[in-house]
């Protein structure tokens, strides 16, 4: 008999046979009936054993199972409106495909809590939570929504080299590794291949992918390895980008709210749906809002300072929405970023959400003279880019693009604690395993 879902079994299929697979979260003995839950990947199914109407068999199977050992039940479906889903299961067959040892490393109920550290240690365990679960439902849903958009917008899915031969962005905060006797890094971002493309007449691009940062965070909202959401545009101005930026956020929020009920409830959460536009404030306003509040830390802010964590905290506060900081100070930006009449501005932004930055982009350089003397200014080599440097001789559009950090649009949209709830198996500087 064919496998089926607890989520596809409903009372109105009473008197019929049905298989499922999963594992036994729950049971309980009252005595006269003992009630076993199986738990699959959509929910939960009751499996009722009166003792006086079941085979002594079925009984013996089920006093020896451990919690989380995996079962096949095949029996008739019977309504119940007290049972999950509003039916129970009559067992006819009971057969153990997997023991799980005792104790448990963690407690897939829930009900007893544990550092998150721990979870991750176990994270396979823990991924059977259905809260857990949930978060990778969901984001499993975003992914489809974002690559719908984009093939709706007329983009082009790449794929970009993740062993690279020079850094993307300057500084150092690279991944060094052996490719053949000659230093390569892993990639921490898609930049200069994006840019290429435009060069080579895709107009339009998207990918999303992994990116490596060697940064000595230890925060909740860092990874070392993250997943990144970049697109590169041929003919648009940063406002263009903007739009497509706040437009796909809003995208994702209402699909995830219209489709993904079930996770939502099971993470206990309600989301709405942010309004577009998005408030725009330059960076000299934020640094001037800041500078208005009452708070000391902020009164000695110039211009040309980072915003930091602190400072990025208040404006959430103040702003309290989906927000751009545009026109940031050319210096602050990568060497790629195109300045403004004004030379000191850049024509940049950040997509800020209250909690923090979910993403930065910016009309890029498509001058080779200009490029070449702002990688000079950085500090760099130019030598190092020539591969990347060649596209501009040849014709290359107007262009700006933008990456948008997944993990961060997840942790806020869902409310996460944690950037590392938005990755199966997180990296930071602590954790190289599982």
């Known amino acids: 008999m064919q496998r089926r879902f607890t989520a596809e079994i409903d009372p109105s299929m009473a008197g019929e046979k049905a298989t499922l697979m999963g594992w036994v979260h729950e049971i309980r003995d009252l005595g006269g009936i003992t009630f076993l839950i199986l738990r699959d990947r959509e929910g939960f199914a009751q499996v009722t054993l009166p003792k006086k109407k079941v085979e002594a068999e079925l009984l013996g199977i089920v006093k020896h199972i451990s919690r989380e050992s995996v079962i096949r039940v095949t029996g008739t479906i019977k309504e ?16 153990v495909l997997s023991y799980a040892d005792s104790p448990l490393p963690l407690d897939p109920t829930g009900k007893v809590k544990a550092e998150l550290d721990t979870r991750l240690d176990s994270r ?3 991924l059977r939570r259905p809260e857990v679960l949930a978060i990778f439902k969901i984001r499993s849903y ?7 958009f984009f093939k709706e917008h007329g983009f082009i899915e790449i794929n970009t080299p993740k ?3 020079t850094a993307t962005e300057g500084g150092t905060a690279l991944f060094p590794i052996t490719y053949f006797n000659r230093e390569a890094f892993l990639s921490q971002s898609p930049q200069l291949f994006k840019q290429i493309m435009m060069s080579a007449g895709f107009d339009r691009v998207w990918e999303i992918a992994p990116i490596f940062r060697a940064e000595e965070h230890d925060t909740t909202r860092h990874l070392n390895e993250a997943t990144s959401i970049d697109i590169e545009a041929s003919f648009m101005d940063y406002e263009d980008v903007m739009r497509i930026l706040e437009d796909l956020i ?3 929020y209402e699909s995830v709210k219209r489709e993904c009920e079930k996770e939502l409830s099971d993470l206990d959460i309600r989301i709405e749906v942010p309004d577009t536009p998005f408030r725009r404030i330059t960076y000299t306003e934020a640094i001037d809002l800041l500078k208005s509040t009452d708070n000391p830390e902020f009164s000695e802010l110039v ?4 915003l930091s964590a602190s400072c990025e905290h208040e404006l959430g506060r103040l702003i309290g929405e989906h927000y751009f900081i545009t026109d940031w100070p050319t210096d602050s930006k990568p060497y790629y970023t195109q300045p403004a009449e004004n030379p000191e501005i850049s024509l940049s932004f950040d997509l800020m959400h209250p909690r923090m930055e979910l993403a930065s982009g910016s009309e890029r350089i498509h001058d080779l003279d200009l490029l070449i003397s702002r990688i000079d200014a950085m500090g760099l080599n130019p ?8 596209a501009f001789k040849f014709g290359i559009p107007p262009h700006s693009g933008w990456g948008l950090g997944l993990e961060r649009l997840l942790m806020t949209m869902l409310g996460l604690e944690n950037i590392r709830e938005a990755v199966l198996f997180p990296r930071d500087m602590r954790r190289l395993s599982p």
């Open 80 to 95: 119940d409106e007290r049972a999950p889903g509003g039916y129970e299961i009559l067992p006819h067959e009971i057969r």
């Open 124 to 126: 396979f365990m823990d």
């Open 142 to 148: 975003v992914l489809d929504t974002i690559r719908n």
């Open 163 to 165: 062993i690279v031969a």
């Open 250 to 252: 809003a995208r994702v």
């Open 303 to 306: 211009w040309g300072d980072d």
């Open 383 to 390: 030598d190092s880019f020539e591969f990347y440097l060649r």
